[in-house]
Structures are given as structure tokens and as C-alpha cells.
């Protein structure tokens, strides 16, 4: 019996998640930047974006989302602990955020070159019945 509930709260949690219902609020999240230094370390013509993703959700670490940067089809994936690193070319993008289950985030930064920016990214879904 309790693989049933398991499976009703899991089909209970996408359709809250995928945003088709009237009574769903979804929690946009948050994106700080945290930190910016210079990276001496860094290719010319690059900067470096890295930080943790975490899930307000679940109250847990992003694990395996999915950072990216569309116009440059470039991206990255963070760790099991939520981490992630990309090295980015100078100029303004906009970076795209995707937890499964989740909202997706759009922020859009400049980056200088050799700059390493870290930031702390928190994305989540909150059903309210």
C-alpha cells in the first residue's frame, strides 16, 4: 500500500511542477552573486561562472541541474552536491537554470575577462491545496 501513495504524491508533485493548475504558486527563486574576482588561471577571452544550485522545494542540494547559455549552445551540469563550473566568453549572456521538476531561471550578467563569478542559485515549486 505505501508504493501506492509514493506514486500518487510523485504524480501530485509533477503536475504541481508543471504549472497547469489554478491553485499553484510558484517560487521563481533566487540568484545572488556571491562573489567576483579575477581568475589568473582563466583562458584569455573567457571568464569563469561557478556555484551551487539548491532546491527550496525539498530544502535540498541541486543535484544534476542543468546550467547553460543558449545563444552559445554551451552549458554544464552540477555534481551531486549541487556545484557547477563553465567557462563563459566575455560579454553579456543570459544564463539558464533548469531543475527537473522545477522552475527554470533566466539572469543575465556581463562577464570581464579572467573574472570568476560565483553565485547561489535557488529554485523551487510549491503546491498549495
Known amino acids: 500500500m505505501k508504493k501506492a501513495y509514493i506514486v500518487l504524491i510523485t504524480i501530485l508533485l509533477v503536475s504541481c511542477a508543471s504549472n497547469n493548475y489554478d491553485n499553484v504558486d510558484v517560487i521563481k527563486g533566487k540568484f545572488k552573486i ?71 531561471m533566466h539572469k543575465t550578467i556581463k562577464f570581464k575577462e579572467k573574472e570568476k563569478v560565483e553565485v547561489s542559485v535557488l529554485l523551487g515549486t510549491v503546491c498549495i491545496w
Open 34 to 104: 556571491t562573489n567576483r574576482t579575477i581568475d589568473k588561471n582563466c583562458k584569455e577571452g573567457y571568464a569563469i561562472l561557478t556555484g551551487n544550485v539548491y532546491d527550496i522545494f525539498t530544502g535540498t542540494v541541486g543535484a544534476y541541474a542543468n546550467i547553460s547559455i543558449e545563444e552559445l549552445k554551451v552549458g554544464t551540469s552540477a555534481n551531486e552536491k549541487g556545484d557547477f563550473y563553465l567557462e563563459v566568453p566575455v560579454g553579456e549572456h543570459t544564463i539558464q537554470i533548469l531543475l527537473s521538476g522545477s522552475t527554470t
